[in-house]
């Protein structure tokens, strides 16, 4: 709020970002399903801040787990190439 | 008792035969330690997001199923000693399992998946049964509509 005060012009408006997995009860994490783990993660691998993707702490707790899993059985890489 | 899941990666170079006697190996391991195999899913042949020993794909198999800890330990062993198995992971799922109640709804699952199977097999009976007599009956049609067809242009000639 701070921030916002002092650069009124610059950040106007912040949509505020919600957790998928609570908006959504159905949707669950699962370490198999790497194709919907892909979009928490970087090109290059890393597990995305839950600031950037919005996740609650909660979920991004089990994100993490799950991610971390799905890079042993090699579903997801540890090092990602670019391009 | 404890439910796990393991997954394993194979070599994709197998042939189905290999594959198969090294699958019942792990089958009867299971058997041996007192386990129950729940599930026994065959992904397939898969691409892996990073080399396993030279490897780019790997040949995927996931199992679930109830056991102790020493059934685990002695399963990774295996793994371990074997030279086809290039990777492999156990979680753990429950913490404990009532293996009755495990059993009974293995069982459960298995009679209903070829009861549904069974209802498939039929409906698809029935569908094509509907099928053939649809095409049964548009061939009649056009026979119908061929032997009509000169009548009635004899008849407008005459009208003419």
Not at chain 1, 36 to 59: N, W
Request: glycine share 6%; with cysteine; proline share 3%.
């Amino acid at each position: 709020m701070a921030f916002q005060k002092r650069n009124p012009k610059k950040r106007f408006f912040q949509r505020r970002k919600v957790c998928r997995f609570c908006a959504d009860s159905t949707l669950e994490i699962n370490y198999k399903d790497a194709k919907e783990l892909r979009s928490f993660i970087t090109e290059r691998g890393k597990i995305i801040p839950r600031r950037i993707t919005g996740t609650c702490a909660k979920h991004q707790r089990v994100l993490s787990t799950a991610i971390k899993q799905a890079r042993t059985i090699a579903l997801l890489p540890y090092v990602g190439k670019l391009n | 008792m404890r439910m796990y899941e393991t997954i394993f990666i194979a070599d994709p170079d197998l042939q189905d035969e290999g594959r198969s006697t090294l699958f019942e190996k792990f089958k009867g391991i299971l058997g041996q330690e007192g386990g129950i195999l729940a599930n026994f899913d065959d992904w397939g042949n898969k691409k892996l997001a990073y080399e396993i020993a030279r490897k780019s794909r790997g040949h995927y198999v996931c199992m679930t199923y109830g056991g102790t800890g020493p059934l685990v330990s002695e399963l990774e062993r295996t793994f371990r000693l074997d030279d086809k198995i290039l990777k492999y992971m156990t979680i753990l799922l429950e913490k404990d399992v009532d293996p009755e109640a495990l059993q009974l709804q293995i069982d459960a699952e298995a009679t209903a998946r070829t009861e549904a199977e069974a209802a498939k097999a039929k409906a698809e009976a029935e569908a094509e049964a509907a099928q053939a007599q649809k095409e049964a009956q548009t061939s009649e049609a056009a026979k119908v509509a061929e032997t009509v067809e000169p009548v009635t242009q004899e008849d407008e000639e005459e009208e003419n």
